[in-house]
């Protein structure tokens, strides 16, 4: 395992008893695994998470105290896990528990060939849980307007559950990302498969492995329609200014 040279970067808005449960999954389980969250919750709200995971000497919060978007709160956590130089692999995850860290490792496995390896709820062994059906009717949509648009060979553009090896996020963080929300992890997989080396071919690989989903029990969720609407301007954004 790599959990020396490992960050995990959580975007997290009002996650406070997800995130004791999910913090203590990672650092049983993955000890020496570095975890960056970036906070945007209310500063009440933030003091309280810094006390809860006060403990943990591995976890570092940031606070930005104003909602900014999943998006550029993940690209922030990014800069911050750069600093160590130490750090070769970089997840993000969503803070819900949606995702599972115990499937950390099908992740290291593949990124022995791919320089991003997407979490993908869509291929035969992934699994759903707890999603209403329209939410993945939703999702399914969603997914089949990016894949048309934006052309990319992925099952599953909107998951927030991925690795990427330390050069592609060394290239992520100087670009000049426009969106901010949830489809910035539509504009980053679109940056990295139009990134070319001189004599052309691509420069990095791009890759998924099948994750289980469970739909979140505590908290609220952030995605309401004005995300969605966001989303969609923001995928067409994405393609013309590309
Ligand atoms: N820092 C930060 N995190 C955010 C923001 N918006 C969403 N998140 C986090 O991004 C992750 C995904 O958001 P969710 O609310 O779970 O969105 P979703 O998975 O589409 O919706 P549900 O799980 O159904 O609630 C969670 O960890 C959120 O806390 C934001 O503006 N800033
Ligand atoms: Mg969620």
Known sequence: MNNNETAVIIPAYNEGKNLQILVTKITNNFPGIEIVIVDDSQKEENLLLKKALANFKKVTILS????????????????????NKKNKYFFE????LAHDPLEFPQFFSASEKYDMVVGSRYLTKSRIIKWPLYRLVQSKVINFLLKYWLGIKLSDYTNGFRLYKRSAVEFIVVQK????????????AFKLKKARLPNGQRKFKIGEVPT?????????????????????????????NG
């Open 177 to 188: 990302l426009k969106e901010a929300g949830y489809i910035s992890l539509s504009e980053i």
């Open 64 to 83: 930005r105290e104003k909602k900014q978007g999943r998006g550029s709160a993940v690209i922030f956590g990014m800069k911050e896990a750069l600093k």
């Open 212 to 240: 289980s989903f469970t739909d979140r029990t505590y908290g609220k969720s952030n995605a309401d329609a004005k995300e969605l609407l966001r989303s969609l301007v923001g995928a067409v954004r994405i393609r013309l």
């Open 93 to 96: 995850m969503d803070a819900d």
